[in-house]
Every structure is written in C-alpha cells, then in structure tokens.
C-alpha cells in the first residue's frame, strides 16, 4: 500500500475515510428526510441540495443554518480546511438548490454576502456560533458567508 509523503496516509485509508464519511452523512440525512428533522436535526440545521458542478447529481449537505430576515445564512467554513467545501462549489457553479427544514422544502439562490453584508453577518457569527471564529483562525482563506434567498 501507498503512503502519501504529504498526509502520511495511505490512498486506500482515505477512499474508505471518504466513504464513511458520506455513509454517514447520507444516513444522517435519510433520517432527517424521514422524520422532518425530529431526528438528527433541532432548530438550527437544515439540508442543502446542490448539483454537483461536474456529475449533475444532486448533492444533499446537512448544514448549520441561521435565519436573517426571510433569509437563511450557511457558513462554507469545511471545519477551517485550507479548502472550500464541496457544497459551496457547487452553488458557486450554480446557485439554485433546495433546503429543507424539518418539514418545510424551499427552493433558494445562493450568493455569497458581500463584504458589508459579511461583516454584520460575521458579527452575529463570533457573538453566537463560536466556532465558526475557530475555524476562521485555523484557515488562510476567508470563510465565505452565504445567503440563501428563498425563491418567489
């Protein structure tokens, strides 16, 4: 077996890691689907369906949500990775998608908050959700913001 120098893990342990990371996040999301969030969802998460930016098949994210108006405010933080989350290339690729939350379907376009937005955004962000703060100091990139606008 191959060990990457870089990440001194093996391809194989990474493929699997990767798998069990979507078996997990698809059961997540079976259950959630299933009982309108009363399992594995409380007051601030919701499921995001993205197209896949190069397979065109819907991608569903379990994600912390707050709401901001009529909107619905995501963080494409991928837990302070060097890299954006898959999730927030998609949308960058094509900003409709849908959410759910609980029982409620919504269809929604995505943009990312533009700086005056994120800073009042980003405020609400370090007073109540810290560890989006963390993930900020872990990271080089600047976590981008995303508003979803629920469509008319």
């Given amino acids: 077996m191959a060990i990457d120098s870089q990440t001194?893990?093996?391809?194989?342990?990474?493929?699997?890691?990767?798998?069990?990371?979507h078996f997990f996040t698809q059961t997540h999301v079976s259950f959630y689907r299933r009982t309108n969030g009363k399992v594995g969802g409380g007051k601030s998460l919701l499921v995001l369906t993205t197209t896949g930016r190069k397979s065109g098949v819907?991608?569903?994210?379990?994600?912390f949500f707050f709401p901001d108006g009529e909107n619905f405010i995501i963080i494409a933080s991928n837990g302070g990775a060097p890299k954006?989350?898959?999730?927030?290339?998609?949308?960058?690729?094509?900003?409709?998608?849908?959410?759910q939350i609980r029982s409620r379907v919504l269809s929604v376009t995505a943009r990312q908050a533009d700086a005056e937005e994120?800073?009042?955004?980003?405020e609400i962000i370090s007073e109540n959700y810290k560890n989006f703060v963390g993930y900020q100091k872990r990271t080089p990139r600047e976590i981008p913001v995303v508003i979803l606008t629920p469509d008319a």
């Avoid at 954006?84 to 959410?99: C, D, E, F, M, Y």
């Avoid at 994120?118 to 980003?122: E, H, S, T």
């Fill in 84 to 99: 954006h989350p898959t999730w927030w290339l998609n949308l960058q690729s094509n900003p409709k998608a849908k959410i």
């Fill in 118 to 122: 994120r800073k009042r955004l980003w």
């Fill in 58 to 63: 819907e991608r569903d994210t379990p994600l």
């Fill in 8 to 21: 001194k893990q093996s391809k194989p342990a990474g493929k699997f890691a990767q798998r069990l990371q």
